[in-house]
């Protein structure tokens, strides 16, 4: 099935399309906002490159769309932006009443366990379905072509970020994204209660499945095979940082890996955990990702 657009919003200088397509590795339709920048309508020398903005607990695709405000710094640099939804949603999805696990608590990864495997496939999802599907579409129209399977880089916030850092890491053997950043990730999820609840629950007991997608042991195993830096902005007074978020462990779980000195953790005084201040550092971000991106 081919994606439809369900709303085409003028933003800044071009368009934020509001999409759904049925997505079979997850079993339903699923939402997905894109923007594409002016460059797309006034013509760009080569196909746009590509962000994907992976969201957090409790967001669908609209948050970071109107909140993060990405769309401006992409019409600066020529950059389209993907919103993922955070999970696979509909009346068969299996769920939780908790805010933290079940539909809009995906994690990004694929489940294992029953009930939820069926459907919670997020990391084939991410980072396998979604960017062939969008290619498929969007190089089918007429225009500037848009790159959403090679020119990319991923970021993220909170549990997005958390899926930023391990699909980025999972991918760096074959350079599937040219960088990564994350806002206020949860670094180790194996040793956090967000973590143990959604691995527990979708990958069973054994945490050998856990460190598959857990930055903290990803970056121990991995080979940083250049001078690849990942970006990560952390707010001092976020009430998660203690308890989930531990941004310092992956400092510290890099100590003597080819990672060391290459987490560039800028700890940010006064900032919490809102979209106040993820879109306090999108332009920082944005200009990471646009040099990585050959934009600038």
Known sequence: MSMEVREEIAVCGGKLLNLSHYASVVNCNMNVNVYLPQQYYTGSDGPIPVIYFL?????????????????????????????????????????????????????????????????????????RDLPAQLMDYFNNLKGTKVDFM???????HSMGGFGALSGYLQN?????????????????????????????????NDKSKWQLYDPCDLIKRVRNDGDDIILIHQGTNDTFLKENLKSQLLLEASKGTSWENKIDLRLVNGFDHSYYFVSSFVPEHAKFHAKHLGLI
């Open 172 to 204: 760096y053997g074959t350079k599937k994204y040219k960088a990564c950043s994350a806002f206020a990730p949860i670094v180790n999820p194996t040793n956090v209660p967000w973590g143990q609840k959604a691995f527990g629950n979708y990958l069973g």
């Open 55 to 127: 969201s957090g607990l409790t967001c669908s695709p609209h948050n970071a769309s109107e909140k993060a405000f990405w769309q401006i710094q992409a019409d600066k640099y020529g950059f389209s932006v993907v919103y993922p939804d955070t999970s696979p949603r509909g009346e068969n999805v299996p769920d939780d009443s908790a805010y933290d696990f079940g539909v809009a608590a995906g994690f990004y990864l694929n489940a294992t366990e029953e009930p939820y495997k069926k459907y919670y496939q997020m990391y084939d999802y991410v980072h």
């Open 150 to 156: 090679v020119n990319i880089s991923i970021t993220g």
